[in-house]
Structures are given as structure tokens and as C-alpha cells.
């Protein structure tokens, strides 16, 4: 808030009144649902713009390192100066939410409740706090949907009435926004009203989060892939200790170079499975289960395998449809693509293809396509959010997804997720679990189903392992 906003004087008003008036309008739940999809550490350094007398930063407090409480009403200030006296972790920053004082990426995550619509310019307020933002930092709003209650402008100070969700969408994906999550805290603000005599006006509060990008991780990923295809074998490198992908079955990774802990990579194929694979394809997997366990494919079926790599899970899908099926694998990484077509043509596959593309833009037609699988791929993609929608898109009616991929217990801290140099271990981009079915269930699927699978290990005192998720296109 400045002095050229209009809330301002108002805030200035109420500030001694306002805990009261704000506990009619909404309660602690709305708090406690955007908390839920913070994924908070220990560690995180974390800020509340508009924090007004301290309702969000009272629940941030007690699960982070530090909190900076930002408002630009002195008089709210002082109210929550003494709301969160009892902590001891808190600093205080009468400041301007356009103009934040952090610098660049010191942040692990900026929350801004019922802040926007008191805000001038929204879009320059998300700007700015995703610039504070360090990479791998996740922004989380909560405001109230969009309205018609005009008076709300004059007898509240709000400059909008409310905002429309795919709006609060676009912003966040124009300030560079990733894996974005826009949805119901299914909780309301309720108000009414003096001079038009409207009384229980009840208005929904969603909430919105996004992760800030890491710079320079997906060409580190097609380099370190790359490399990875020109050799012999994978996992055959790695056993002699020449240094090979973290995605290559070997038994333990060890990430001392991150100081992050150790992870387990394990394959789910039967003796049988890798027998009906050519012996190169066999040799070289880079997974983290075996999707094609879940996907119970049928002859006939259409089947797109991203980020197909050596082949190995697409030439078994091949197996699974028969001649009359066909088998499309996706990947961005050209020494990836010539091995895998090559081996097709070496042993005789005429019901697949191999296709340069990006798992978040599928050279794919749209609803084309029975079943999509992936194995231990979308954690290497950055928005994975995109990457739901994009194969949901492909999708026909009824069709289904079925990946192996790794994912975290609970939160990580971030310094896990700073810097590119653990993304092609399949580790530093690996979603939350419930973050993963929740981007799911945005893109348009029913309600996914997950099963733990059989790599496991710990980064940074947190939890990973791999799951089989299956989800379906409505019909």
C-alpha cells in the first residue's frame, strides 16, 4: 500500500478495530488452506505483503526460520507489532508491496492474503514478489473471486471487485510462474453492507501458487541426457564408477555433492519383460519403476511413451497394442532418439516411431491418443502443470495416464531446490505428492490414483520415492 492508494487512509482508520472487523469477514480456516499447500521447511525464509495485523504471518511463524511482516499502514504495523509479540522470529517493514525491500532471490516463499484487490496494479504486485523470490520459491495468494458488490469500493477501500481465477492464472504465468495451482480454499468472506442494506454477502476466496523457475536446468538435463546416450550403456558406466545418471537403476545414488542424503534407484521389469525388449534397450533404462505394470494396454490401443529415451518402456508397449496399435515416444534429446530408432529398425519394430519433442508441448494431435505412460521423466520437466494439460490435450475421452515418477513425503528444504545441478538425478524437480495429484486433478483428470513403487531414499531429511500414478480423461 502507498500513500497514493486509496486503502490506505481507510486502514489507517480501522487498524485499531481491525482484528474484529476481520473476524467477521473470514476466519483462521482460509489461513490454515493456503498453509496446507505452502509445503513449508524449517529453514525457509519467508514474507507476508499486506500482512495488515499479522493474521497470516501468526500462522507462518511457528513453521519457518524467520517471517518479514510488510504493510504500508503504519498504524497496522503497530497492531501487529503487538498481535505477534510471543515470536521471536519476526521483523517488521512499513514498505510499499510494489516496491518490496529484499533483495533479489532471498526469499523461499511470499504469501499475500486478501492483499490484491487492495493492490493498484495486481500484475506489478506478483512481478515483484516473484523477483524476491529465490529459484524453487513458491508464491501463494489468496483473494476473493470475482463480485458485483460495487459498495464494497467505497464503504471497504477495495480497488477490485474481486478477480477471476483464469485471470489470477495468466498473471502468474506472465511474471514466469510454473506449476501453478489456482482453486477453492472452500472458505468465503462474508459482509454486508450500510448504505445499500445488503446483509450476509458472502463472496468465495481461492487461492493460487506457483513456483519460480531455476534458471538453466533444462538445457543442463538435454546435455546430461545426451551424454548419457552416447555411451555404451548407462548403468554399465556408472557400475564402474565413471560417474553416470542418478536415473540409472544403479543400486544407491549418493548426492554428497549437494549434501543432500542418498537415493535408491530400482527397476519393477520381470526377467520376462526384459527379455521381450531388444538386449540394448534392456541395458539402458533409466527409470524409476515400470508404468507399463498399471496400464493394462490392449491390442490396438494408441500409446505415446514421453520422454522415451532408449526405448525400452516404448518397445515393450509395442509388445502390449500388437500390429494393429502403435507406439509414439517423445523425447528432446537427439543422441536419445537416434539410439532408440535405431534399435526399432536393428530388431524389426514396425508399430513405433520416435518423435523430437517436449513433454509440455507433445508433436502429437489432440485426442488422438488411448493411453500415455512415462518413467521417471516429468520430474526432469520444469512446469509440470503444463505437462498434465498437454497430456490431457492429447488425450482422447476415456483415455489414460499412467506414469512412474519420483516425488517427495512432505516439504524439502531449499536448498534442494535452488539450483539446477540435482535435476537431472531426478531429484531437485520431483513434486510433493500431494502437489503432483492436485496439478492432476487441474489439468482436467478425475481423481488419480496412486501407488508407492519401488525406489526410495531421503534428500535433505525429507522422504522421496517413486509411485505409479493412474488418472483418466472424463468421458
Known sequence: MTTKNPSKPYFETVAEQWDQIRGSYF????RDA????????PNMIVADIGAGTGFMSAGLAAHVSQVHVVDGSPAMLAAARKNLAEFGNITFHEADGLKLPFEDSSLDAVFANMYLHHCPDPLAAIREMVRVLRPGGR?????????SHTWMRTEMA???LGFPREKIHGWLEEAGMVNILVGDTRQSCTSSSESTGDKEVVVSIFYASGTKRVSGMRELVREEYGAIAEKNSCCGGSASGDGGSACCSQPV???ESLEQGEVHFEQDYSPQEQADVPPEAAAFSLGCGNPIAMANLKPGEVVVDIG??????SFLAARKVGPEGHVIGVDMTPAMLKRSRRSAKLNGYTNVEFRRGDAADLPVESG???VIISNCVINLTEDKGKVFHEAYRVLKPGGRLEISDMVYGGPIGSEARAAAAGWSDCVTGALIEDEMLDLVAQAGFNAGKVRRSVSHGEVSGAKIFSVILSAVKPE
Open 253 to 255: 545414488i549418493s548426492l
Open 158 to 160: 477495495d480497488i477490485w
Open 27 to 30: 476466519t483462521e480456516a482460509v
Open 34 to 41: 493456503v498453509i496446507a499447500r505452502a509445503y513449508l521447511h
Open 368 to 370: 488422438s491418443v488411448d
Open 308 to 313: 522415451s529415451g532408449g526405448g525400452l518402456d
Open 139 to 147: 508464491l501463494l495468494l489468496s483473494d476473493m473471486d470475482a463480485h
